[in-house]
């Protein structure tokens, strides 16, 4: 087994070609959360998207995500996922997006992949 090389503290971690660096102040203002699925059905004009009413703790809101063809709309129903709960609203395809959830993909993005809680916490949980 060969040994890694030592990374001299204080140096930056690489990131991948064309992916801007952050600061942790600007990484702190993303308040991400847990949200339960209580609705999800495929967006009427928009092949990819399938549009969720979530529960966010306080209110319930209407995220539009680029699922469709990985997951089927009624399997999200119930689901804990983790969302960005602090992002500005955008129209897409008509409908309003109050929210990004998180989710994995590999290169090709021929699989995605939700991020979720691994035990069942309260809709609004503080993900940090």
Known sequence: MSEQPSVPAG??????????????DDFVKVDMRVAKVLEAFDHPKADKLIVLKVDVGTEQRQIC??????YEAAS???????VVANLAPRMMR???????????????HTRVILLTPDTDLAPGSKVS
Do not use: C, D
Not at 65 to 70: I, S
């Open 94 to 108: 008509g409908l309003e997006s109050k929210g990004m959830l998180l989710a994995a993909s590999n290169p090709e």
């Open 11 to 24: 140096t930056p971690a690489s990131v991948p070609e064309g992916v801007a660096t952050i600061q942790y």
């Open 76 to 82: 999200l129903v119930g689901r804990n996922i983790i």
């Open 65 to 70: 995500a680029g699922l469709r063809g990985h």
